[in-house]
């Protein structure tokens, strides 16, 4: 399909043609319903819009220049087996659930106009060699290091160089801030070696287990620089216990509050108090009589879907 048009001015009858090709495209490949999100600078791929509306905030505002692969209208990248060979398809629109969470959390990931959701899509040749010293052996000479957050801070840096138009962290701490927004984080908790308790609340100080007096933390690494008694004591207090074993808690409640904040998935977490059951068939839990038991038990927990 020709592409060109992007770029030009909206008073050209080559925009206008290729606006209306882009519509007819988008809303036969990424529409649900009636709409799709509209690309306009003003909407910024965060608002489902008619066509009719599209076609006006197109028409006033211009194209992104960097949209040139419709990832977010139904048009899927497929890589080539030849260099010299490049084809697009047109495949119908899974609705992702995570990408749905991540947009309305963060209304998309964005950079320079463009949604990249979770799947950015991209041609491999515009990918790959809009820059001279970029190909692919650099993207494989890069995949250095372990999962260590070096590792992952390299890994950022690699799919920055290929995904230029994406808006990604400069490093793993900055990933993980993000991922904190998304109550996707977890609480850490010293714990007993051989597993007889938790160092928590009321035992959020303890040194040993209270069951099998086992020490709390690794044992202290010797060094063999100074063993003079005053050179052992000011080392002790410098060096930073670290626990023999932890328990990672990943707390249910945010996790449940963050799906409910997406407006399509909370619909399905709502589905079983607002979806009725016609003809009496078990089909889900709360059709069964423990899920009805527990509601009668807790009315005022279950009152609120």
Same mark, same amino acid.
């Given at each position: 399909?020709?592409?060109?048009?992007?770029?030009?001015?909206?008073?050209?009858?080559?925009?206008?043609?290729?606006?209306?090709?882009?519509?007819?495209?988008?809303? &036969?490949? *990424?529409?649900?319903?009636?709409?799709?999100?509209?690309?306009?600078?003003?909407?910024?791929?965060?608002?489902?819009?008619?066509?009719n509306i599209v076609f006006d905030h197109?028409?006033?505002?211009?194209?992104?220049?960097?949209?040139?692969?419709?990832?977010?209208? *139904?048009?899927? &990248?497929?890589?080539?087996?030849?260099?010299?060979?490049?084809?697009?398809?047109?495949?119908?629109?899974? $609705?992702?659930?995570?990408?749905?969470?991540?947009?309305?959390?963060?209304?998309?990931?964005?950079? *320079?106009?463009?949604?990249?959701?979770?799947?950015?899509?991209?041609? $491999?040749?515009?990918?790959?060699?809009?820059?001279?010293?970029?190909?692919?052996?650099?993207?494989?000479?890069?995949?250095?290091?372990?999962?260590?957050?070096?590792?992952?801070?390299?890994?950022?840096?690699?799919?920055?160089?290929?995904?230029?138009?994406?808006?990604?962290?400069?490093?793993?701490? $900055?990933?993980?801030?993000?991922? &904190?927004?998304?109550?996707?984080?977890?609480?850490?908790?010293? !714990?007993?070696?051989?597993?007889?308790?938790?160092y928590w609340e009321d035992d959020v100080?303890?040194?040993t287990c209270k069951y099998c007096h086992?020490?709390?933390?690794?044992? $202290?690494?010797?060094?063999?620089?100074?063993?003079?008694?005053?050179?052992?004591?000011?080392?002790?207090?410098?060096?930073?216990?670290?626990?023999?074993?932890?328990?990672?808690?990943?707390?249910?409640?945010?996790?449940?509050?963050?799906?409910?904040?997406?407006?399509?998935?909370?619909?399905?977490?709502?589905?079983? !108090?607002?979806?009725? &059951?016609?003809?009496?068939?078990?089909?889900?839990?709360?059709?069964?009589?423990?899920?009805?038991?527990?509601?009668?038990?807790?009315?005022?927990?279950?009152?609120?879907?």
């Open positions: 399909m020709d592409k060109s048009w992007i770029g030009m001015p909206g008073n050209t009858s080559e925009y206008l043609l290729g606006l209306n090709q882009f519509l007819d495209f988008a809303f &036969n490949n *990424g529409a649900i319903g009636d709409k799709i999100k509209c690309p306009c600078p003003k909407c910024d791929f965060g608002k489902w819009q008619t066509r197109l028409i006033n505002k211009p194209f992104p220049k960097n949209y040139v692969i419709w990832v977010m209208h *139904g048009e899927m &990248n497929v890589f080539p087996n030849s260099r010299n060979t490049e084809t697009t398809q047109a495949i119908p629109p899974i $609705e992702n659930p995570i990408e749905l969470l991540v947009n309305e959390a963060f209304r998309g990931l964005r950079h *320079g106009g463009v949604d990249v959701g979770l799947s950015p899509v991209v041609e $491999e040749e515009e990918t790959l060699h809009d820059s001279p010293t970029l190909n692919k052996k650099n993207l494989f000479d890069k995949c250095l290091s372990g999962l260590s957050d070096k590792g992952m801070t390299m890994i950022l840096d690699l799919l920055r160089d290929a995904f230029k138009f994406a808006k990604i962290p400069d490093s793993f701490n $900055e990933a993980k801030k993000t991922i &904190n927004k998304l109550s996707l984080d977890y609480i850490k908790i010293n !714990a007993c070696p051989t597993d007889c308790m938790l100080n303890a040194e086992t020490s709390r933390w690794k044992p $202290e690494k010797k060094s063999n620089t100074d063993h003079t008694p005053t050179a052992s004591k000011k080392q002790k207090k410098k060096q930073k216990k670290n626990p023999a074993k932890i328990l990672r808690h990943f707390p249910l409640k945010p996790r449940l509050q963050r799906l409910f904040m997406c407006s399509k998935i909370a619909e399905h977490m709502r589905w079983h !108090a607002e979806d009725d &059951n016609k003809d009496g068939a078990l089909r889900h839990p709360r059709d069964g009589e423990a899920w009805k038991k527990f509601d009668t038990t807790f009315p005022e927990f279950s009152s609120d879907p």
